[in-house]
């Protein structure tokens, strides 16, 4: 799918693109290519002389693949992107990126939702976009606000697993739920901050290559700087996560101690009655209670009292409390 966007007063507006025709008679500032199939991809290079990148090309995470200017002066950039679904773990789609002939061309596989953002305020914010490069950086800017959202996201979820584990009584069944959130917060904080440290590549990658003017070289160490914020937020949040799954491991820990206790009690309960009925179990000739006509019903009492002893003592001493 060809997403055509053409600068209007500083508003990005799309133009509706079916034919080959309706491409030749634009004049764009930024071609957004979705899944692109073959047709659509040899309508941009014969009208734009631009060659769009195949997919493994665009997974390539070389530095030297990941951003590079061409032969003809083409400017190439691969760039990550953060995509969560409602239906799924969330995942990181690379999208390539051309600035070619006073145009931004952006191949990736899937809709991202900072695409969407970008265009939906490009259209309500007039005077914000002056060319491709100010669209390129408000891609990025969106990314990164995007991100905070998501990190937002990720430390209410913990909070929710904060309360669950700190709070309550902690049973097997809750400590699993725990450290199954756990575990998908922190593979998605850890995908925000690889998300986090492509973009900042990227735009360290334009800031170095001069290819800013002052207006948008001060926008990217904004971006930059947001960035910063957003790794110590991320680190932060790792840290949570640490003391989280300690502290559930360690309450599951106490779980299987609790049902050692018992096993524990009830060995060492059983244990005097087990002496007595060894001793009276034993092969020897002289055993005075062997012919005494009580002397089953005494055995039996006697171990009846070797257990119970230990445990009024246990249970005095206060080791049968949970």
Same mark, same amino acid.
Request: aromatic share 10%; hydrophobic share 45%.
């Given at each position: %799918?060809?997403?055509?966007?053409?600068?209007?007063?500083?508003?990005?507006?799309?133009?509706?693109?079916?034919? =080959?025709?309706?491409?030749? /008679?634009?004049?764009?500032?930024?071609?957004?290519?979705?899944?692109?199939?073959?047709?659509?991809?040899?309508?941009?290079?014969?009208?734009?002389?631009?060659?769009? #990148?195949?997919?493994?090309?665009?997974?390539?995470?070389?530095?030297?693949?990941?951003?590079?200017?061409?032969?003809?002066?083409?400017? !190439?950039?691969?760039?990550? &992107?953060?995509?969560?679904?409602?239906?799924?773990?969330? =995942?990181?789609?690379?999208?390539?990126?051309?600035?070619?002939?006073?145009?931004?061309?952006?191949? !990736?596989?899937?809709?991202? #939702?900072?695409?969407?953002?970008?265009? %939906?305020?490009?259209?309500?914010?007039?005077?914000?976009?002056?060319?491709?490069?100010?669209?390129?950086?408000?891609?990025?800017?969106?990314?990164?606000?995007?991100?905070?959202?998501?990190?937002?996201?990720?430390?209410?979820?913990?909070?929710?697993?904060?309360?669950?584990?700190?709070?309550?009584?902690?049973?097997?069944?809750?400590?699993?739920?725990?450290?199954?959130?756990?575990?998908?917060?922190?593979?998605? /904080?850890?995908?925000?901050?690889? /998300?986090?440290?492509?973009?900042?590549?990227?735009?360290?990658?334009?800031?170095?290559?001069?290819?800013?003017?002052?207006?948008?070289?001060?926008?990217?160490?904004?971006?930059?700087?947001?960035?910063?914020?957003?790794?110590? !937020?991320?680190?932060?949040?790792?840290?949570?996560?640490?003391?989280?799954?300690?502290?559930?491991?360690? &309450?599951?820990?106490?779980?299987?101690?609790?049902?050692?206790?018992?096993?524990?009690?009830?060995?060492?309960? &059983?244990?005097?009655?087990?002496?007595?009925?060894?001793?009276?179990?034993? /092969?020897?000739?002289?055993?005075?209670?062997?012919?005494?006509? &009580?002397?089953?019903?005494?055995?039996?009492?006697?171990?009846?009292?070797?257990?119970?002893?230990?445990?009024?003592?246990?249970?005095?001493?206060?080791?049968?409390?949970?």
């Amino acid at each position: %799918m060809i997403n055509v966007f053409v600068l209007q007063n500083g508003r990005l507006n799309q133009v509706n693109i079916e034919t =080959r025709n309706d491409l030749e /008679n634009v004049a764009p500032v930024w071609v957004d290519l979705t899944d692109p199939n073959d047709d659509e991809r040899a309508w941009v290079k014969s009208i734009y002389g631009v060659t769009l #990148p195949g997919e493994d090309e665009v997974k390539d995470i070389e530095a030297s693949a990941r951003y590079y200017e061409a032969e003809n002066g083409d400017l !190439h950039l691969r760039t990550d &992107f953060l995509l969560e679904e409602d239906d799924g773990p969330s =995942r990181v789609v690379t999208v390539a990126f051309i600035l070619a002939k006073n145009m931004l061309f952006s191949v !990736h596989n899937d809709d991202l #939702p900072v695409f969407r953002l970008v265009r %939906m305020r490009a259209r309500s914010r007039p005077g914000s976009i002056a060319d491709y490069k100010d669209v390129l950086l408000d891609l990025y800017a969106t990314d990164a606000e995007y991100s905070a959202d998501a990190l937002e996201g990720i430390y209410q979820s913990l909070e929710d697993v904060s309360r669950s584990v700190l709070q309550k009584e902690l049973t097997d069944q809750d400590a699993a739920d725990a450290l199954n959130a756990i575990a998908h917060e922190e593979d998605l /904080n850890g995908r925000i901050r690889r /998300n986090m440290m492509d973009t900042r590549r990227a735009v360290s990658f334009l800031m170095r290559g001069r290819l800013l003017n002052a207006e948008q070289f001060e926008e990217a160490r904004q971006i930059l700087r947001d960035i910063e914020s957003l790794d110590g !937020h991320t680190a932060f949040l790792f840290d949570k996560i640490n003391f989280l799954m300690d502290a559930t491991v360690g &309450f599951i820990n106490i779980n299987q101690n609790k049902i050692i206790k018992i096993f524990s009690v009830a060995s060492v309960a &059983f244990l005097p009655p087990t002496l007595i009925a060894s001793i009276y179990g034993m /092969n020897f000739d002289i055993l005075p209670e062997l012919k005494w006509s &009580f002397g089953y019903p005494f055995s039996i009492g006697l171990m009846i009292v070797s257990a119970v002893a230990p445990l009024i003592y246990f249970r005095k001493r206060g080791w049968l409390k949970e």
